[in-house]
């Protein structure tokens, strides 16, 4: 995918804007764009990408109408939340700015990606060829 391209799919699917300072390395844009259009879906957007903490994890700031919580299972009325993303290990979870949900993390979930895609039906391929040797 062209430089271009990925600018275009990010201010398509949800990224607010091109400063860089606001977004994940070129090397994560998959898993920024991942996020973008999971949220984007619902009409919220990326605000903010803070630098990775020393765990290497990113927090991306969502802003818009996505404000759904897995710890109350629907949307809050006012506070946003945010996903915390391990670009290693490809997984993120919701945590959020409400008081009532403070310390709740929610289940970490696989981020796709067309490079996790790839991997999983090369190993199926290989898995494949295993039955028969």
Request: aromatic letters at 14%.
């Amino acid at each position: 995918m062209e430089f271009d391209d990925q600018e275009r799919l990010r201010a398509d699917s949800g990224v607010n804007d091109n400063d860089r300072s606001k977004h994940m390395p070129p090397e994560y844009a998959d898993i920024e764009e991942f996020i973008a259009t999971m949220v984007g879906a619902f009409g919220g957007y990326i605000r903010k990408v803070r630098p990775p903490d020393t765990r290497g994890k990113y927090r991306l700031e969502i802003a818009g109408n996505y404000r759904y919580c897995e710890n109350i299972k629907k949307q809050h009325k006012k506070n946003q939340v945010y996903f915390l993303v391990d670009p290693i290990k490809k997984i993120y979870y919701q945590r959020c700015y409400d008081p009532d949900c403070q310390g709740f993390q929610s289940a970490k979930k696989p981020i796709y990606t067309s490079q996790t895609v790839n991997n999983q039906q090369e190993n199926n391929s290989i898995s494949k060829y295993n039955l028969y040797y």
